[in-house]
């Protein structure tokens, strides 16, 4: 599903983010990124999404090189992604449902599709009754679930996390790390960075570790 090889990644002021980096993760695979701060996580999941292009290298997902993947059609790769951010990046003066809604409207969705859909992914993460609550008035991982019910509701192949649960007590971020294993069994693949090793370790996923840019274990645990 996601193949980097001999990735590499350096900025115009010549800072290498990413060198020589090989692996391959399967459909319905989750899997873990670690690394410490500037090792190039971030860098890594910007190249799936097409935020970035490699500088060597060739980045291939669901059997197509992106790239070969012109302009125009980056917003068509992005619709089978979803992306789950630390800090939720939720629209604060609209409702859990609107929140959710937002990818679809965007795409032209008719709205018995939208409401269908945001009501099935509000469900899956068990905020269906929040629906037309602020997202003020939730709790930090109730937050985040809206975050998760966002990333999905469009059904994507990938399910991309940059640190989902860095502001998240031990207890949450159990909680929430089991609402990802929970979408790669029924067929969506999940890359989750993060550095809670002694959560990840728990889970028995395989891990990617990055150091320096470099790849340094892809194994699983």
């Known amino acids: 599903m996601i193949s ?3 990735v590499s990644k350096r900025y115009d002021e010549g800072y290498d983010a990413l060198r020589d980096v090989s692996f391959t993760i399967n459909k319905d695979d989750l899997v873990f990124l670690t690394g410490h701060s500037g090792a190039g996580k ?3 999941m910007r190249l799936i999404m097409l935020m970035e292009r490699p500088t060597r290298g060739d980045v291939l997902v669901d059997g197509i090189n992106l790239a070969s993947v012109g302009s125009r059609a980056i917003a068509r790769h992005r619709r089978d992604i979803g992306v789950v951010f630390q800090n939720h990046q939720l629209l604060f003066d609209r409702t859990v449902f609107d929140n ?3 990818p679809l409207v965007i795409c032209g969705y008719d709205h ?3 409401g269908r859909r945001v009501r099935a992914a509000l469900d899956k993460v068990g905020l269906l ?3 037309r609550a602020l997202p003020v008035t939730l709790s930090g991982g109730e937050q985040q679930r809206v975050g998760i019910a966002r ?6 192949k990938i399910l ?3 640190e989902p649960t860095g502001n998240l007590d031990p207890a949450l971020s159990a909680e929430i790390m089991t609402l990802f294993e929970d979408f790669s069994k029924v067929g969506v693949t999940v890359l989750i960075a993060s550095h809670d ?5 728990r889970l028995h996923h395989r891990i990617i570790t990055l150091r320096e840019g470099r790849l340094v274990t892809g194994t699983a645990t």
């Open 129 to 131: 009754e929040r629906e």
């Open 160 to 162: 991309l996390a940059d």
């Open 197 to 201: 090793l002694a959560l990840i370790s």
């Open 151 to 156: 990333a999905v509701v469009g059904r994507p």
């Open 4 to 6: 980097f090889e001999r």
């Open 42 to 44: 971030s860098t890594l």
């Open 112 to 114: 018995r599709e939208v």
């Open 100 to 102: 959710v809604a937002l």
